[in-house]
């Protein structure tokens, strides 16, 4: 049997040393670009919070203020209480302190007078007039003047003591009670400070107001001030003709935001249906007109989510309301 000669080449392997190593190059180039094209090897990218992400971090610090607020109020409450009831004691401490002043005054001045001049002329007469059978008698009865005089000035300043005692527990409160008020304040101040800075980081074309939900996509300036017009307005009565600022009626609320944004729409849904540009129910946005039913006899102001703010009736005041209660006749894009 015939043996293949040791310089033969084996078909199909290759005998130079560098070509495994460049198949394990390429190997590795062919997987890390399978990796990277899979998103395994990718750089982590920083995604900016969401929308609802910055509300959810809003309505936490929400939750902590609450209970901030609650006890700033209670300490308020408490405060003005013990300040009307120190007002109350020192009314009542200020006869007492004259009366006090007046015996005081009174046993200084008897003090004084026998003092420098010895017993008054009255007191001497008593003295040297006095039969022998009445002296004890008329030394007794000077002797119960002045033991009446200290039991009155006695009774007086207990009286002043104790209004004074009150007074002072209730000063130190108010002390107490002020410096908790500080406090609060500071802690509600640096809260405050948070949820602005977080509100800032919403987008611009965010809108957020106390009255409605907070409104994304608001591409427009313009659209942008009407909302929040519009929303400042919730809680005001529905009257027919009314155009505000205290009341309105549909397209007078309308008419009165877009003219805070600078656009001038007539008074009269059939009008404000013919100077706006028409949008298709898909293409609406955040600021555009809705108007309902057939004789386009309602109008409000899209928000987005199916919800508007309209003037619905009378007796209903301006509110944030499904677009869904009423017959949709399309939307209109003032300016």
């Not at 802690?187 to 800032?200: F, G, T």
Request: with cysteine; glycine share 8%; aromatic share 6%.
């Amino acid at each position: 049997m015939a043996t293949m000669p040791l310089h033969r080449r084996v078909p199909g392997r290759s005998h130079r040393p560098g070509g495994l190593r460049r198949a394990a190059r390429g190997l590795v180039v062919l997987v890390a670009a399978t990796a990277v094209g899979a998103g395994l090897l990718a750089a982590p990218a920083y995604a900016e919070p969401s929308v609802e992400q910055i509300e959810a971090q809003i309505d936490k610090q929400w939750r902590q203020l609450e209970p901030t607020i609650e006890q700033y109020n209670k300490v308020r409450a408490q405060l003005k209480v013990n300040r009307e009831k120190s007002k109350d004691i020192q009314k009542k401490i200020q006869p007492l302190a004259l009366e006090t002043e007046l015996a005081m005054n009174r046993v200084g001045d008897m003090a004084s007078r026998y003092y420098i001049s010895g017993p008054s002329q009255d007191l001497g007469a008593v003295l040297l007039n006095a039969k022998p059978d009445m002296l004890g008698e008329q030394m007794a009865f000077l002797n119960r003047l002045a033991a009446e005089e200290r039991r009155q000035l006695e009774g007086v300043l207990k009286i002043k003591r104790k209004y004074d005692g009150q007074k002072a527990k209730l000063d130190a409160l108010i002390v107490d009670q002020e410096a908790k008020e500080k406090q609060l304040a500071t802690k509600k101040k640096q809260i405050d400070a948070e949820i602005k800075r977080l509100e800032k980081t919403l987008p611009e074309t965010s809108v957020r107001t106390n009255n409605c939900p907070t409104v994304n996509g608001v591409v427009s300036a313009a659209a942008r001030t009407a909302i929040r017009t519009a929303c400042a307005q919730v809680g005001k009565p529905y009257v027919w003709g009314a155009t505000g600022p205290g009341s309105f009626d549909c397209s007078g609320l309308t008419q009165y935001a877009y003219k805070a944004a600078g656009i001038y729409l007539t008074h009269f849904t059939g009008a404000q249906w013919n100077e706006g540009k028409a949008i298709s129910r898909a293409d609406a946005r955040p600021g555009d007109l809705v108007f309902f039913r057939s004789d386009l006899s309602h109008v409000g102001l899209y928000l987005g989510n199916n919800q508007m703010v309209h003037a619905p009736r009378a007796g209903k005041p301006v509110n944030v309301s499904p677009i869904t209660t009423m017959p949709v006749a399309g939307f209109r894009r003032p300016g």
